[in-house]
């Protein structure tokens, strides 16, 4: 009988871990590289964002609102609602900016400005999980903290760091929640919501 009855105890932590599948996360430790696979793991994602710009010679940040989307391997597009529409886009090597409001419309290659490569590439390949992305940009700092992770990343280019110091990303398992980034132009902090459905 005992051993029947721990049979059932075993069967229903199982069951109990099947069904909450981030209760199978809290077992496994995290690492950079399973927090690279579980990003690596999602082809497609849709966000919103709150954007807090402090530019040491404004008294006040600068704040605005959009969206986020991304879809492996390569396309990553920020949207931004307000306060003035403004529509940002990755697609491989080409960068794409349009402002609606002011008819304006610009596409260049990322290799025409390389101090831009690293920032695009700080927040496209953690998405993509692509590690050795970053690690060929940045060198990278990691820990487990709470129920997420914290990630440290810093330009390899003395060229680059003179523009972009550091970019620190938090997020949980294979989810971005903010981007903080601290550069010669000020201090820049994303905060990432997933839409309602997701939640």
């Not at 398992?173 to 994303?190: C, K, V």
């Amino acid at each position: 009988m005992p051993l029947l009855s721990c049979s059932r105890r075993a069967a229903l932590r199982l069951a109990v871990l099947l069904a909450w599948p981030g209760a199978v996360l809290a077992q496994t430790a995290v690492t950079l590289e399973s927090v690279m696979a579980a990003l690596a793991a999602r082809r497609s994602g849709e966000a919103g964002f709150t954007e807090s710009k402090e530019i040491p010679e404004l008294d006040a940040p600068l704040r605005s609102t959009g969206t986020l989307a991304w879809a492996a391997p390569d396309r990553l597009e920020k949207h931004t609602l307000a306060p003035v529409e403004e529509i940002l886009r990755v697609e491989g090597d080409r960068l794409f900016l349009a402002r609606p409001a002011q008819n304006l419309q610009r596409s260049m290659g990322l290799d025409d400005v390389p101090e831009i490569r690293p920032l695009v590439e700080s927040i496209r390949a953690t998405l993509a999980g692509d590690l050795a992305t970053l690690q060929r940009h940045f060198e990278i700092g990691f820990r487990p903290e709470g129920t997420g992770w914290r990630m440290w990343l810093t330009p390899r280019s003395l060229r680059v760091r003179a523009a972009l110091q550091s970019v620190e990303i938090t997020g949980r398992g294979g989810e971005l929640t903010s981007l903080l980034t601290r550069g010669n132009e000020g201090t820049t902090r994303l905060v990432i919501t997933p839409p309602p459905a997701s939640r």
